[in-house]
């Protein structure tokens, strides 16, 4: 059983950074994959990124490539997501998320935290 808790989320404007926090119970965090997910208002949840258990392999969704990136820490059982040169299509609730590995189906989720991103 691992349980999820994300912070870090807030209001910045087009271009800002935020720099979300995913901390996890349980001292298996280091044996699942993490990923992060987001879902707008009206729109389905759709992928972010993820990092393998090792934090040796990263995936990100077209739309954040090159702005976001994913890291770990497995000792201290939290997952980052750096979001830079943030847009207003950015604007989401944003959950992070545990699978057994990064294209799996994730078994663990967290509550969410919003971003907003004014333009």
């Known amino acids: 059983q691992v349980q999820l808790v994300e912070s870090g989320g807030g209001l910045v404007q087009a271009g800002g950074s935020l720099r979300l926090s995913c901390a996890a119970s349980g001292r298996t965090f280091s044996m699942y994959a993490m990923g992060w997910f987001r879902q707008a208002p009206g729109k389905e949840r759709e992928f972010v990124a993820a990092?393998?258990?090792?934090?040796?392999?990263?995936y990100y969704a077209d739309s954040v490539k090159g702005r976001f990136t994913i890291s770990r820490d497995n000792a201290k059982n939290t997952v980052y997501l750096q979001m830079n040169s943030l847009k207003p299509e950015d604007t989401a609730v944003y959950y992070c998320?545990?699978?057994?590995?990064?294209?799996?189906?994730?078994?663990?989720w967290g509550q969410g935290t919003q971003v907003t991103v004014s333009s």
């Open positions: 998320a545990a699978g057994a590995t990064t294209h799996s189906p994730y078994d663990y």
């Open positions: 990092i393998s258990w090792s934090g040796d392999s990263t």
